[in-house]
T-cell receptor
Framework: DAKTTQPPSMDCAEGRAANLPCNHS???????VYWYRQIHSQGPQYIIH???NNETNEMASLIITEDRKSSTLILPHATLRDTAVYYC??????????FGKGTHLIIQP | GAVVSQHPSWVICKSGTSVKIECRSL??????MFWYRQFPKQSLMLMAT?????????EQGVEKDKFLINHASLTLSTLTVTSAHPEDSSFYIC????????????FGPGTRLTVT
């Protein structure tokens, strides 16, 4: 499994864009980058995934560098409900996920 | 997005008893389901992978005779913790993968198990 590096915590002001970085320099060519988040004492929530191209959905945008060694998750207008631990996970769709320590994002009012 | 439910949401049992946890995909068929557990202040750890109609594949260090997994249909998987002990107290979470070419996983809300 590819190893990931994420900052342990980040703060962001409510209404601003939250940019969460992830380094996954050992990702293999056929592995996607998945982003999930976990709000305290709940099951993780799927956010977005991508392979090479940047992706956008109703929740977030995912920017993947050309060499695929890192990516950034962007929450365009953060709200207090976005406070959670965010996990960046390389993997294939049919495999179990290996969760690292993630980034604890705290949205400040 | 797809919805996955778990039942019960929390359970307290006595040491030595068995507990069954159900995981259901409510609006899609899940070829593969996964079971994770999470201890306080730690990340989720994959326990096993369950494919409909076949035996589960367990991660290293997870006792298959203690954590019995059954995936009898495309919408239901069960995890039975047999002869539970206090060290089995944890947050158990299932996920279900769809049948698309690049299936993302959808997680249940989790089951909090406390063994006394």
């Amino acid at each position: 499994d590819a190893k990931t590096t994420q900052p342990p915590s980040m703060d962001c002001a409510e209404g601003r864009a939250a940019n969460l970085p992830c380094n996954h320099s050992t990702i293999s060519g056929n592995e996607y980058v998945y982003w999930y988040r976990q709000i305290h004492s709940q099951g993780p929530q799927y956010i977005i995934h991508g392979l090479k191209n940047n992706e956008t959905n109703e929740m977030a945008s995912l920017i993947i560098t050309e060499d695929r060694k890192s990516s950034t998750l962007i929450l365009p207008h953060a709200t207090l409900r976005d406070t959670a631990v965010y996990y960046c996970i390389p993997g294939g769709g049919a495999d179990g996920l290996t969760f690292g320590k993630g980034t604890h994002l705290i949205i400040q009012p | 997005g797809a919805v996955v439910s778990q039942h019960p949401s929390w359970v307290i049992c006595k040491s030595g008893t068995s507990v069954k946890i159900e995981c259901r995909s409510l609006d899609f068929q899940a070829t593969t389901m996964f079971w994770y557990r999470q201890f306080p202040k730690q990340s989720l750890m994959l326990m096993a992978t369950s494919n409909e109609g076949s035996k589960a594949t367990y991660e290293q260090g997870v006792e298959k005779d203690k954590f019995l997994i059954n995936h009898a249909s495309l919408t239901l998987s069960t995890l039975t913790v047999t002869s539970a002990h206090p060290e089995d107290s944890s947050f158990y979470i299932c996920s279900a993968a769809g049948q698309g070419a690049i299936p993302e996983q959808y997680f249940g809300p989790g089951t909090r198990l406390t063994v006394t």
